[in-house]
Protein backbone atom coordinates (compact mmCIF):
# COMPACT_ATOMS: atom_id res chain seq x y z
CA UNK A 1 0.00 0.00 0.00
CA UNK A 2 3.21 2.52 0.53
CA UNK A 3 4.04 2.01 -2.44
CA UNK A 4 1.00 2.26 -4.58
CA UNK A 5 0.70 5.77 -2.80
CA UNK A 6 4.09 7.21 -3.49
CA UNK A 7 3.52 5.99 -6.98
CA UNK A 8 -0.27 7.62 -6.87
CA UNK A 9 1.04 11.34 -4.93
CA UNK A 10 3.60 11.78 -8.25
CA UNK A 11 0.76 10.17 -10.88
CA UNK A 12 -2.76 10.45 -9.84
CA UNK A 13 -4.22 9.09 -13.06
CA UNK A 14 -2.15 5.53 -12.47
CA UNK A 15 -5.24 2.91 -12.88
CA UNK A 16 -3.27 0.44 -11.83
CA UNK A 17 -2.23 1.72 -8.58
CA UNK A 18 -5.58 2.62 -7.67
CA UNK A 19 -6.53 -0.93 -8.20
CA UNK A 20 -4.45 -2.51 -6.54
CA UNK A 21 -5.38 -0.77 -3.09
CA UNK A 22 -8.69 -1.31 -4.47
CA UNK A 23 -7.62 -5.25 -3.93
CA UNK A 24 -6.40 -4.81 -0.43
CA UNK A 25 -9.36 -2.83 1.05
CA UNK A 26 -12.09 -5.28 -0.81
CA UNK A 27 -10.06 -8.44 1.25
CA UNK A 28 -12.22 -7.52 4.59
CA UNK A 29 -14.25 -4.17 5.87
CA UNK A 30 -12.38 -1.79 7.53
CA UNK A 31 -13.88 1.59 8.29
CA UNK A 32 -10.40 3.40 9.15
CA UNK A 33 -8.60 2.33 6.22
CA UNK A 34 -10.87 3.50 4.26
CA UNK A 35 -11.42 6.77 5.82
CA UNK A 36 -7.68 6.78 5.77
CA UNK A 37 -8.24 6.35 1.65
CA UNK A 38 -10.58 9.40 1.88
CA UNK A 39 -8.21 11.44 3.21
CA UNK A 40 -5.16 10.01 0.57
CA UNK A 41 -7.76 10.96 -1.96
CA UNK A 42 -8.33 14.81 -0.44
CA UNK A 43 -4.52 15.31 -0.45
CA UNK A 44 -4.42 14.29 -4.76
CA UNK A 45 -6.91 16.34 -5.09
CA UNK A 46 -5.31 19.36 -3.28
CA UNK A 47 -2.92 19.60 -5.73
CA UNK A 48 -4.63 17.98 -8.85
CA UNK A 49 -8.43 18.47 -8.74
CA UNK A 50 -9.65 17.41 -11.81
CA UNK A 51 -7.96 13.94 -11.79
CA UNK A 52 -10.41 12.02 -12.75
CA UNK A 53 -9.42 8.40 -11.26
CA UNK A 54 -8.96 10.46 -7.38
CA UNK A 55 -12.81 10.68 -7.93
CA UNK A 56 -13.91 7.73 -9.03
CA UNK A 57 -11.63 6.10 -6.58
CA UNK A 58 -13.24 8.01 -4.01
CA UNK A 59 -16.76 7.16 -5.00
CA UNK A 60 -15.48 3.68 -5.00
CA UNK A 61 -15.16 4.00 -0.97
CA UNK A 62 -18.24 5.70 -0.55
CA UNK A 63 -19.91 2.98 -1.94
CA UNK A 64 -18.27 0.58 0.21
CA UNK A 65 -18.85 2.44 2.92
CA UNK A 66 -22.42 2.49 2.38
CA UNK A 67 -22.88 -1.65 1.98
CA UNK A 68 -21.97 -0.98 5.61
CA UNK A 69 -23.84 1.73 6.57
CA UNK A 70 -27.35 2.46 6.84
CA UNK A 71 -26.53 6.29 7.96
CA UNK A 72 -24.77 8.23 5.52
CA UNK A 73 -25.61 11.51 6.46
CA UNK A 74 -22.29 13.05 7.63
CA UNK A 75 -20.19 11.60 5.23
CA UNK A 76 -22.19 12.93 2.61
CA UNK A 77 -22.02 16.01 4.38
CA UNK A 78 -18.54 16.42 4.31
CA UNK A 79 -18.24 15.06 1.42
CA UNK A 80 -20.45 17.96 -0.34
CA UNK A 81 -18.28 20.44 1.81
CA UNK A 82 -15.07 18.96 0.38
CA UNK A 83 -16.40 19.75 -2.91
CA UNK A 84 -17.17 23.16 -1.96
CA UNK A 85 -13.70 24.15 -1.02
CA UNK A 86 -12.05 22.12 -4.11
CA UNK A 87 -14.33 24.29 -6.21
CA UNK A 88 -13.13 27.81 -4.28
CA UNK A 89 -9.31 27.08 -6.10
CA UNK A 90 -10.35 25.37 -9.12
CA UNK A 91 -13.51 27.25 -11.05
CA UNK A 92 -15.84 25.00 -13.27
CA UNK A 93 -14.32 21.89 -12.07
CA UNK A 94 -16.69 19.17 -13.87
CA UNK A 95 -15.54 16.37 -12.59
CA UNK A 96 -15.65 18.08 -8.61
CA UNK A 97 -19.19 19.03 -9.36
CA UNK A 98 -19.92 15.73 -10.96
CA UNK A 99 -19.15 14.15 -8.20
CA UNK A 100 -21.31 16.68 -5.89
CA UNK A 101 -24.25 15.88 -8.22
CA UNK A 102 -23.66 11.90 -7.50
CA UNK A 103 -23.88 12.62 -3.92
CA UNK A 104 -27.71 13.87 -4.20
CA UNK A 105 -28.69 10.25 -4.42
CA UNK A 106 -27.44 9.58 -1.05
CA UNK A 107 -28.78 12.58 0.61
CA UNK A 108 -32.29 12.77 2.75
CA UNK A 109 -34.81 14.95 1.35
CA UNK A 110 -33.69 17.70 4.64
CA UNK A 111 -30.23 17.11 3.61
CA UNK A 112 -31.28 18.01 -0.38
CA UNK A 113 -33.22 21.30 1.32
CA UNK A 114 -29.87 22.06 3.33
CA UNK A 115 -27.93 22.16 0.30
CA UNK A 116 -30.00 24.09 -1.23
CA UNK A 117 -30.21 27.08 1.02
CA UNK A 118 -26.30 26.75 1.97
CA UNK A 119 -25.09 26.93 -1.66
CA UNK A 120 -27.09 29.75 -2.55
CA UNK A 121 -24.68 32.51 -0.84
CA UNK A 122 -21.79 30.37 -2.95
CA UNK A 123 -23.59 30.73 -5.91
CA UNK A 124 -24.09 34.56 -5.38
CA UNK A 125 -20.36 34.90 -5.28
CA UNK A 126 -19.94 32.76 -8.21
CA UNK A 127 -22.01 33.83 -10.98
CA UNK A 128 -20.10 32.72 -13.64
CA UNK A 129 -19.85 28.94 -12.75
CA UNK A 130 -22.33 27.29 -14.46
CA UNK A 131 -21.38 23.65 -12.77
CA UNK A 132 -22.77 25.40 -9.45
CA UNK A 133 -26.05 26.06 -10.94
CA UNK A 134 -26.32 22.91 -12.75
CA UNK A 135 -26.13 21.31 -9.11
CA UNK A 136 -29.07 23.66 -8.00
CA UNK A 137 -30.77 22.07 -10.85
CA UNK A 138 -30.22 18.55 -9.85
CA UNK A 139 -30.92 19.41 -6.06
CA UNK A 140 -34.48 21.23 -7.42
CA UNK A 141 -35.05 17.50 -9.89
CA UNK A 142 -34.04 15.79 -6.75
CA UNK A 143 -36.99 17.06 -4.52
CA UNK A 144 -39.59 17.29 -7.18
CA UNK A 145 -38.50 13.46 -7.54
CA UNK A 146 -39.24 13.11 -3.71
CA UNK A 147 -42.57 14.33 -4.34
CA UNK A 148 -43.86 11.45 -5.57
CA UNK A 149 -43.65 9.37 -2.46
CA UNK A 150 -46.98 8.44 -1.24
CA UNK A 151 -48.42 9.16 2.36
CA UNK A 152 -49.69 12.27 3.97
CA UNK A 153 -46.32 14.53 3.66
CA UNK A 154 -46.67 14.69 0.20
CA UNK A 155 -49.33 17.81 -0.59
CA UNK A 156 -46.71 19.61 1.72
CA UNK A 157 -43.60 18.54 0.13
CA UNK A 158 -45.65 19.45 -3.32
CA UNK A 159 -46.30 22.68 -1.84
CA UNK A 160 -42.95 23.41 0.19
CA UNK A 161 -41.46 22.24 -4.28
CA UNK A 162 -43.50 24.99 -5.04
CA UNK A 163 -42.52 28.07 -2.76
CA UNK A 164 -38.74 26.81 -3.35
CA UNK A 165 -39.39 27.48 -7.21
CA UNK A 166 -40.66 30.52 -7.05
CA UNK A 167 -38.50 31.59 -4.38
CA UNK A 168 -35.75 30.61 -7.42
CA UNK A 169 -36.79 32.76 -9.51
CA UNK A 170 -37.22 36.00 -7.58
CA UNK A 171 -33.47 34.73 -6.35
CA UNK A 172 -32.67 34.19 -10.34
CA UNK A 173 -33.70 37.38 -11.32
CA UNK A 174 -32.19 39.67 -8.85
CA UNK A 175 -28.45 37.85 -10.30
CA UNK A 176 -29.99 38.62 -13.61
CA UNK A 177 -30.61 42.33 -13.07
CA UNK A 178 -27.24 42.75 -11.05
CA UNK A 179 -24.86 41.03 -13.13
CA UNK A 180 -24.93 41.98 -16.75
CA UNK A 181 -24.47 39.03 -19.17
CA UNK A 182 -23.95 35.99 -17.10
CA UNK A 183 -24.79 33.22 -19.15
CA UNK A 184 -25.44 30.78 -16.49
CA UNK A 185 -28.05 32.97 -14.69
CA UNK A 186 -29.85 33.12 -17.70
CA UNK A 187 -29.58 29.21 -18.62
CA UNK A 188 -30.31 28.45 -14.96
CA UNK A 189 -33.41 30.62 -15.85
CA UNK A 190 -34.55 28.51 -18.95
CA UNK A 191 -34.72 25.67 -16.68
CA UNK A 192 -36.70 27.63 -13.91
CA UNK A 193 -39.17 28.93 -16.57
CA UNK A 194 -39.98 25.80 -18.78
CA UNK A 195 -40.95 23.55 -15.32
CA UNK A 196 -42.45 26.56 -14.17
CA UNK A 197 -45.15 27.19 -16.66
CA UNK A 198 -45.66 23.83 -17.92
CA UNK A 199 -46.43 23.58 -14.38
CA UNK A 200 -49.00 26.70 -14.59
CA UNK A 201 -50.50 25.31 -17.32
CA UNK A 202 -51.41 22.18 -15.70
CA UNK A 203 -53.27 23.58 -13.16
CA UNK A 204 -54.46 26.79 -14.64
CA UNK A 205 -58.44 26.18 -14.04
CA UNK A 206 -57.69 25.75 -10.26
CA UNK A 207 -55.69 28.57 -9.91
CA UNK A 208 -56.47 32.05 -11.44
CA UNK A 209 -55.82 34.72 -9.54
CA UNK A 210 -58.67 37.47 -8.29
CA UNK A 211 -58.35 39.97 -11.53
CA UNK A 212 -59.34 36.88 -13.51
CA UNK A 213 -55.97 36.76 -14.98
CA UNK A 214 -54.15 33.46 -15.56
CA UNK A 215 -50.93 33.04 -13.75
CA UNK A 216 -49.31 32.16 -17.45
CA UNK A 217 -50.08 35.37 -18.35
CA UNK A 218 -48.56 37.23 -14.88
CA UNK A 219 -45.65 34.88 -15.36
CA UNK A 220 -45.30 35.88 -19.50
CA UNK A 221 -45.84 39.62 -18.64
CA UNK A 222 -43.24 39.52 -15.61
CA UNK A 223 -40.82 38.06 -18.33
CA UNK A 224 -41.37 40.54 -21.07
CA UNK A 225 -40.72 43.33 -18.62
CA UNK A 226 -37.50 41.46 -17.50
CA UNK A 227 -36.54 41.13 -21.52
CA UNK A 228 -37.56 44.95 -21.86
CA UNK A 229 -35.23 46.31 -19.03
CA UNK A 230 -32.59 43.99 -20.34
CA UNK A 231 -33.03 45.32 -24.02
CA UNK A 232 -32.82 49.11 -22.89
CA UNK A 233 -29.70 48.61 -20.72
CA UNK A 234 -27.26 51.11 -22.16
CA UNK A 235 -24.47 50.16 -23.71
CA UNK A 236 -20.93 49.75 -21.27
CA UNK A 237 -17.56 49.58 -22.02
CA UNK A 238 -17.22 45.86 -21.54
CA UNK A 239 -20.14 45.30 -23.71
CA UNK A 240 -21.71 43.30 -21.46
CA UNK A 241 -25.02 45.56 -21.94
CA UNK A 242 -25.06 43.87 -25.78
CA UNK A 243 -24.46 40.00 -24.32
CA UNK A 244 -27.35 40.98 -21.40
CA UNK A 245 -30.15 42.23 -24.18
CA UNK A 246 -28.90 38.67 -26.18
CA UNK A 247 -29.34 36.43 -23.76
CA UNK A 248 -32.59 37.81 -23.06
CA UNK A 249 -33.74 37.78 -26.62
CA UNK A 250 -32.48 33.88 -26.02
CA UNK A 251 -34.27 33.01 -23.24
CA UNK A 252 -37.42 34.76 -24.58
CA UNK A 253 -37.11 32.48 -27.63
CA UNK A 254 -36.47 29.42 -25.37
CA UNK A 255 -39.75 29.37 -23.57
CA UNK A 256 -41.43 29.85 -26.87
CA UNK A 257 -39.40 26.67 -28.18
CA UNK A 258 -39.84 24.30 -25.18
CA UNK A 259 -43.84 25.41 -24.46
CA UNK A 260 -45.19 26.06 -27.63
CA UNK A 261 -48.24 26.20 -25.89
CA UNK A 262 -47.81 29.79 -24.69
CA UNK A 263 -45.85 31.05 -28.00
CA UNK A 264 -49.10 32.74 -28.95
CA UNK A 265 -49.52 34.72 -25.66
CA UNK A 266 -45.76 35.97 -25.59
CA UNK A 267 -46.36 37.35 -29.17
CA UNK A 268 -48.95 39.12 -27.87
CA UNK A 269 -47.24 40.49 -25.03
CA UNK A 270 -44.20 41.51 -26.94
CA UNK A 271 -46.38 43.72 -29.60
CA UNK A 272 -44.60 46.79 -27.98
CA UNK A 273 -41.42 45.42 -28.38
CA UNK A 274 -42.29 44.03 -31.88
CA UNK A 275 -42.40 40.61 -33.16
CA UNK A 276 -39.72 38.22 -31.30
CA UNK A 277 -37.93 38.13 -34.62
CA UNK A 278 -37.27 41.81 -34.28
CA UNK A 279 -36.36 41.67 -30.98
CA UNK A 280 -33.74 38.81 -32.00
CA UNK A 281 -32.67 40.91 -35.12
CA UNK A 282 -31.71 43.72 -32.90
CA UNK A 283 -30.45 41.62 -29.62
CA UNK A 284 -28.87 39.29 -31.51
CA UNK A 285 -27.39 39.65 -35.35
CA UNK A 286 -24.64 37.65 -34.91
CA UNK A 287 -26.48 34.42 -34.29
CA UNK A 288 -29.41 35.25 -37.02
CA UNK A 289 -28.60 31.69 -38.22
CA UNK A 290 -29.21 30.21 -35.47
CA UNK A 291 -32.41 31.88 -34.70
CA UNK A 292 -33.93 31.93 -38.41
CA UNK A 293 -33.91 28.35 -38.25
CA UNK A 294 -35.59 28.25 -34.92
CA UNK A 295 -38.69 30.48 -35.53
CA UNK A 296 -38.92 28.78 -38.81
CA UNK B 1 8.45 -9.80 -35.82
CA UNK B 2 6.82 -8.15 -39.23
CA UNK B 3 9.45 -6.19 -41.23
CA UNK B 4 8.49 -3.76 -43.93
CA UNK B 5 5.68 -1.32 -43.79
CA UNK B 6 2.02 -2.13 -44.21
CA UNK B 7 0.07 0.01 -46.42
CA UNK B 8 -2.86 1.19 -43.95
CA UNK B 9 -6.22 0.08 -45.26
CA UNK B 10 -8.55 1.05 -42.12
CA UNK B 11 -10.16 2.87 -44.47
CA UNK B 12 -11.56 -0.53 -45.29
CA UNK B 13 -12.84 -1.59 -42.33
CA UNK B 14 -14.60 1.80 -41.24
CA UNK B 15 -16.55 1.81 -44.58
CA UNK B 16 -17.21 -1.95 -43.27
CA UNK B 17 -17.94 -1.20 -39.57
CA UNK B 18 -21.37 -2.05 -38.97
CA UNK B 19 -24.11 0.55 -39.33
CA UNK B 20 -27.81 0.72 -38.95
CA UNK B 21 -29.71 -1.18 -41.97
CA UNK B 22 -31.86 1.68 -43.62
CA UNK B 23 -29.20 4.05 -42.88
CA UNK B 24 -28.99 7.03 -45.98
CA UNK B 25 -25.22 7.18 -47.29
CA UNK B 26 -24.72 10.08 -45.96
CA UNK B 27 -25.61 8.93 -42.25
CA UNK B 28 -23.36 6.32 -42.97
CA UNK B 29 -20.62 8.53 -44.19
CA UNK B 30 -20.83 10.90 -40.50
CA UNK B 31 -21.01 7.80 -38.43
CA UNK B 32 -17.79 6.39 -40.12
CA UNK B 33 -16.13 9.24 -39.40
CA UNK B 34 -16.96 8.83 -35.89
CA UNK B 35 -15.96 5.43 -35.31
CA UNK B 36 -12.43 6.86 -36.04
CA UNK B 37 -12.82 8.45 -32.17
CA UNK B 38 -10.68 11.41 -31.06
CA UNK B 39 -8.05 12.48 -33.17
CA UNK B 40 -4.31 13.19 -32.22
CA UNK B 41 -4.01 16.40 -30.23
CA UNK B 42 -0.78 16.83 -32.12
CA UNK B 43 -2.68 16.96 -35.52
CA UNK B 44 -5.88 18.86 -33.82
CA UNK B 45 -3.50 21.59 -32.20
CA UNK B 46 -1.25 22.07 -35.30
CA UNK B 47 -3.75 21.69 -38.50
CA UNK B 48 -6.83 22.65 -36.50
CA UNK B 49 -5.24 26.45 -35.26
CA UNK B 50 -1.55 26.11 -36.62
CA UNK B 51 0.65 28.07 -34.99
CA UNK B 52 3.00 30.18 -36.87
CA UNK B 53 6.21 27.57 -36.15
CA UNK B 54 4.23 24.22 -37.01
CA UNK B 55 3.91 26.26 -40.50
CA UNK B 56 6.76 26.02 -43.38
CA UNK B 57 7.38 29.02 -45.72
CA UNK B 58 4.48 28.91 -48.11
CA UNK B 59 2.06 28.85 -45.26
CA UNK B 60 1.81 24.88 -46.00
CA UNK B 61 2.01 22.32 -42.86
CA UNK B 62 5.40 21.34 -41.76
CA UNK B 63 4.73 17.72 -41.62
CA UNK B 64 8.20 16.24 -41.62
CA UNK B 65 8.59 18.10 -38.30
CA UNK B 66 5.72 16.64 -37.19
CA UNK B 67 6.78 13.20 -37.85
CA UNK B 68 10.06 14.01 -36.88
CA UNK B 69 8.29 14.90 -33.48
CA UNK B 70 6.24 11.87 -33.21
CA UNK B 71 9.22 9.59 -33.92
CA UNK B 72 11.34 11.10 -31.20
CA UNK B 73 8.63 10.90 -28.51
CA UNK B 74 7.88 7.39 -29.62
CA UNK B 75 12.04 6.34 -29.02
CA UNK B 76 12.08 8.54 -26.05
CA UNK B 77 11.07 6.06 -23.03
CA UNK B 78 12.90 6.90 -20.24
CA UNK B 79 12.62 11.11 -20.04
CA UNK B 80 10.92 11.86 -17.20
CA UNK B 81 7.82 13.08 -18.67
CA UNK B 82 7.52 9.56 -20.52
CA UNK B 83 7.89 7.55 -17.39
CA UNK B 84 4.91 9.81 -15.75
CA UNK B 85 2.85 9.08 -18.55
CA UNK B 86 4.12 5.32 -19.01
CA UNK B 87 0.47 3.46 -17.86
CA UNK B 88 -1.33 5.51 -20.75
CA UNK B 89 1.28 5.10 -23.68
CA UNK B 90 -1.18 3.07 -25.54
CA UNK B 91 -3.72 5.89 -26.01
CA UNK B 92 -0.44 8.16 -27.08
CA UNK B 93 0.65 5.51 -29.45
CA UNK B 94 -2.72 6.11 -31.39
CA UNK B 95 -2.79 9.76 -31.27
CA UNK B 96 0.86 9.30 -32.73
CA UNK B 97 -0.04 6.94 -35.46
CA UNK B 98 -3.24 8.85 -36.32
CA UNK B 99 -1.06 11.57 -36.93
CA UNK B 100 1.06 9.46 -38.84
CA UNK B 101 -1.21 7.89 -41.12
CA UNK B 102 -2.93 11.21 -41.57
CA UNK B 103 0.05 12.59 -43.03
CA UNK B 104 0.64 9.38 -45.48
CA UNK B 105 3.73 8.78 -42.87
CA UNK B 106 2.71 5.82 -40.96
CA UNK B 107 5.72 3.41 -42.34
CA UNK B 108 7.79 6.04 -40.15
CA UNK B 109 7.81 3.26 -37.63
CA UNK B 110 8.16 -0.28 -37.87
CA UNK B 111 4.82 -1.96 -37.65
CA UNK B 112 5.98 -5.19 -36.28
CA UNK B 113 7.65 -3.55 -33.39
CA UNK B 114 4.50 -1.71 -32.63
CA UNK B 115 2.13 -4.62 -32.77
CA UNK B 116 4.28 -6.43 -31.11
CA UNK B 117 4.28 -4.04 -28.18
CA UNK B 118 0.46 -3.46 -28.65
CA UNK B 119 0.26 -7.28 -27.86
CA UNK B 120 2.39 -7.55 -24.72
CA UNK B 121 -0.38 -4.64 -23.03
CA UNK B 122 -2.80 -7.52 -23.89
CA UNK B 123 -4.31 -9.72 -20.82
CA UNK B 124 -5.18 -13.06 -21.93
CA UNK B 125 -7.09 -13.96 -19.07
CA UNK B 126 -9.43 -11.06 -19.59
CA UNK B 127 -9.40 -10.21 -22.71
CA UNK B 128 -8.67 -6.71 -22.21
CA UNK B 129 -5.88 -4.23 -23.00
CA UNK B 130 -3.86 -2.37 -19.91
CA UNK B 131 -2.05 0.88 -20.80
CA UNK B 132 1.67 -0.12 -21.14
CA UNK B 133 3.29 -3.34 -20.25
CA UNK B 134 1.38 -4.90 -16.99
CA UNK B 135 -0.69 -2.47 -16.54
CA UNK B 136 -4.26 -3.13 -15.34
CA UNK B 137 -7.01 -3.63 -17.87
CA UNK B 138 -9.67 -0.91 -18.86
CA UNK B 139 -11.90 -0.16 -21.90
CA UNK B 140 -9.70 3.29 -22.73
CA UNK B 141 -6.72 0.96 -23.63
CA UNK B 142 -8.58 -1.79 -25.35
CA UNK B 143 -9.91 0.92 -27.86
CA UNK B 144 -6.90 2.75 -28.44
CA UNK B 145 -5.89 -1.12 -29.16
CA UNK B 146 -8.05 -2.02 -31.50
CA UNK B 147 -7.83 1.47 -33.56
CA UNK B 148 -4.04 0.93 -33.47
CA UNK B 149 -4.14 -2.54 -35.31
CA UNK B 150 -6.64 -1.47 -37.40
CA UNK B 151 -4.51 1.30 -38.61
CA UNK B 152 -2.29 -1.42 -39.53
CA UNK B 153 -4.75 -3.05 -40.97
CA UNK B 154 -3.62 -5.98 -38.20
CA UNK B 155 -6.80 -6.97 -36.35
CA UNK B 156 -6.04 -11.17 -37.37
CA UNK B 157 -3.60 -10.56 -34.57
CA UNK B 158 -6.47 -10.54 -32.04
CA UNK B 159 -8.72 -12.93 -30.31
CA UNK B 160 -11.57 -10.96 -31.56
CA UNK B 161 -13.89 -12.54 -29.53
CA UNK B 162 -11.86 -12.58 -26.39
CA UNK B 163 -11.76 -8.57 -26.83
CA UNK B 164 -15.47 -8.37 -27.47
CA UNK B 165 -16.58 -10.34 -24.52
CA UNK B 166 -14.41 -8.26 -22.30
CA UNK B 167 -15.84 -5.19 -23.13
CA UNK B 168 -19.45 -6.52 -23.69
CA UNK B 169 -18.98 -8.20 -20.30
CA UNK B 170 -19.13 -4.44 -18.67
CA UNK B 171 -22.64 -3.84 -19.36
CA UNK B 172 -24.33 -2.88 -16.41
CA UNK B 173 -28.39 -3.92 -15.84
CA UNK B 174 -28.59 -0.63 -16.76
CA UNK B 175 -27.27 -0.61 -19.78
CA UNK B 176 -24.64 1.51 -18.56
CA UNK B 177 -20.96 0.84 -19.21
CA UNK B 178 -18.17 0.43 -16.45
CA UNK B 179 -14.93 1.28 -17.48
CA UNK B 180 -13.09 -1.89 -15.75
CA UNK B 181 -13.76 -4.80 -13.06
CA UNK B 182 -14.54 -2.16 -10.54
CA UNK B 183 -17.52 -0.19 -11.71
CA UNK B 184 -17.29 3.39 -12.64
CA UNK B 185 -19.69 4.26 -14.79
CA UNK B 186 -19.69 6.73 -17.74
CA UNK B 187 -21.11 7.63 -20.86
CA UNK B 188 -17.80 7.94 -22.30
CA UNK B 189 -17.59 4.26 -21.56
CA UNK B 190 -20.74 3.62 -23.56
CA UNK B 191 -18.95 4.82 -26.77
CA UNK B 192 -15.57 3.48 -26.27
CA UNK B 193 -17.12 -0.32 -26.22
CA UNK B 194 -19.79 0.43 -28.99
CA UNK B 195 -16.90 1.79 -30.91
CA UNK B 196 -14.72 -1.24 -30.38
CA UNK B 197 -17.33 -3.73 -30.62
CA UNK B 198 -18.35 -1.45 -34.30
CA UNK B 199 -14.72 -2.00 -35.50
CA UNK B 200 -14.79 -6.16 -34.39
CA UNK B 201 -17.73 -6.30 -36.44
CA UNK B 202 -19.48 -7.95 -32.99
CA UNK B 203 -22.16 -5.53 -32.08
CA UNK B 204 -24.17 -8.21 -30.98
CA UNK B 205 -22.42 -9.29 -28.20
CA UNK B 206 -24.36 -6.78 -26.01
CA UNK B 207 -27.78 -5.44 -25.14
CA UNK B 208 -27.97 -2.52 -27.55
CA UNK B 209 -31.49 -1.15 -27.15
CA UNK B 210 -30.61 -1.38 -23.10
CA UNK B 211 -27.16 0.32 -24.05
CA UNK B 212 -28.92 3.70 -26.63
CA UNK B 213 -32.05 3.72 -23.54
CA UNK B 214 -29.27 4.45 -20.71
CA UNK B 215 -27.65 7.07 -23.09
CA UNK B 216 -30.80 8.61 -23.75
CA UNK B 217 -31.69 8.78 -19.76
CA UNK B 218 -28.69 10.59 -19.70
CA UNK B 219 -29.53 13.56 -22.27
CA UNK B 220 -30.63 16.99 -20.22
CA UNK B 221 -33.29 19.75 -21.08
CA UNK B 222 -30.80 21.43 -22.95
CA UNK B 223 -30.32 18.48 -25.10
CA UNK B 224 -26.89 18.06 -24.24
CA UNK B 225 -25.53 15.20 -22.70
CA UNK B 226 -23.56 14.28 -19.50
CA UNK B 227 -21.70 11.91 -17.99
CA UNK B 228 -24.48 10.11 -15.92
CA UNK B 229 -28.22 10.93 -16.02
CA UNK B 230 -28.37 14.30 -14.46
CA UNK B 231 -24.77 14.92 -15.78
CA UNK B 232 -24.10 18.69 -16.85
CA UNK B 233 -23.97 18.90 -20.49
CA UNK B 234 -20.46 19.24 -22.12
CA UNK B 235 -19.14 18.75 -25.29
CA UNK B 236 -16.57 15.89 -24.97
CA UNK B 237 -19.46 13.58 -23.37
CA UNK B 238 -22.01 14.76 -26.38
CA UNK B 239 -19.58 13.54 -28.98
CA UNK B 240 -19.48 10.54 -26.83
CA UNK B 241 -23.16 10.14 -26.35
CA UNK B 242 -23.28 11.17 -30.42
CA UNK B 243 -21.42 8.67 -31.51
CA UNK B 244 -22.58 6.12 -29.73
CA UNK B 245 -26.07 6.50 -30.72
CA UNK B 246 -24.95 7.12 -34.67
CA UNK B 247 -23.04 3.71 -34.57
CA UNK B 248 -26.04 1.88 -33.38
CA UNK B 249 -28.65 4.01 -35.83
CA UNK B 250 -30.22 5.27 -32.94
CA UNK B 251 -29.79 9.60 -34.14
CA UNK B 252 -33.43 9.33 -34.03
CA UNK B 253 -33.43 10.03 -30.07
CA UNK B 254 -31.43 13.40 -29.99
CA UNK B 255 -33.25 16.54 -30.27
CA UNK B 256 -31.43 18.18 -33.00
CA UNK B 257 -32.67 21.80 -32.79
CA UNK B 258 -32.22 21.60 -29.13
CA UNK B 259 -28.59 20.17 -29.31
CA UNK B 260 -27.81 22.26 -32.20
CA UNK B 261 -28.98 25.30 -30.35
CA UNK B 262 -26.19 24.13 -27.35
CA UNK B 263 -23.46 23.56 -29.41
CA UNK B 264 -24.13 26.63 -31.40
CA UNK B 265 -23.98 28.59 -28.07
CA UNK B 266 -20.65 27.10 -27.83
CA UNK B 267 -19.35 29.33 -30.60
CA UNK B 268 -17.39 32.20 -28.90
CA UNK B 269 -17.48 36.14 -30.10
CA UNK B 270 -13.82 35.47 -31.70
CA UNK B 271 -14.81 32.55 -33.48
CA UNK B 272 -13.27 29.84 -30.97
CA UNK B 273 -15.80 26.94 -29.27
CA UNK B 274 -15.87 26.14 -25.61
CA UNK B 275 -17.36 22.76 -23.96
CA UNK B 276 -19.72 24.36 -21.95
CA UNK B 277 -21.28 27.81 -21.28
CA UNK B 278 -19.11 30.76 -18.92
CA UNK B 279 -15.84 28.31 -20.68
CA UNK B 280 -12.84 30.04 -22.63
CA UNK B 281 -12.48 28.73 -26.18
CA UNK B 282 -9.92 25.90 -26.32
CA UNK B 283 -8.95 23.97 -29.34
CA UNK B 284 -9.59 21.03 -27.78
CA UNK B 285 -12.85 20.89 -28.53
CA UNK B 286 -12.59 21.93 -32.51
CA UNK B 287 -11.79 18.16 -33.07
CA UNK B 288 -15.24 16.66 -31.42
CA UNK B 289 -16.93 19.62 -32.70
CA UNK B 290 -15.93 18.86 -36.41
CA UNK B 291 -17.13 15.22 -36.11
CA UNK B 292 -20.59 16.54 -34.61
CA UNK B 293 -20.25 18.95 -37.24
CA UNK B 294 -20.11 16.34 -39.79
CA UNK B 295 -22.94 14.76 -38.43
CA UNK B 296 -25.09 17.87 -38.36
CA UNK B 297 -24.21 18.37 -42.35
CA UNK B 298 -26.73 14.68 -42.34
CA UNK B 299 -29.37 16.32 -40.38
CA UNK B 300 -29.56 19.53 -42.58
CA UNK B 301 -28.52 21.77 -39.48
CA UNK B 302 -24.75 22.76 -40.61
CA UNK B 303 -25.47 26.42 -42.06
CA UNK B 304 -26.37 27.34 -38.46
CA UNK B 305 -23.27 26.80 -37.60
CA UNK B 306 -21.14 30.85 -38.51
Known sequence: MSHSKALLILCPDMLTAWNSRKMVLSVSYDFTKLKDELQLCTMILSYSPKNESTWSHRRWVIKKVSEHHQDMSGLIERESLLVKEIAEKSKMNYRAWRHRCWLISYMTREQVLDELKKSARWNELHVADNCCFHYRRSLLLALLDSRCIEGENSLDYKSEVHLLWKEELRWNEMLIRRYQGRESLWIHRRFLSQWWVKFLLSGEEMECCAAGISLVDLFLSQEIYLLSDCLNVPADEFGEACIQAELAALYILWISKQVPAVKPQLEERLHSLGSLEDVLARACPERSRLWTHLIA | ?306
Open chain 2, 1 to 306: MFTGSTRPTHRRVRDSAPLAVGDSLERRAAASSLLAGFGSSTLRAKLLVPPARAMGEGGELAAEKHVRYIVTVEKKKDSFESLVMEHIRLNGAYWGLTTLDLLHKLDAVDAGEVIQWIMSCYHPESGGFGGNVGHDPHVLYTLSAVQVLCLFDRLDVLDVDKVADYVSGLQNEDGSFSGDIWGEVDTRFSYIVICTLALLHRLHKINVQKAVDYIVSCKNLDGGFGAMPGGESHAGQIFCCVGALAITGSLHHIDRDLLGWWLCERQCKEGGLNGRPEKLADVKFRCPFLKLFMFFITLSWHHRFD
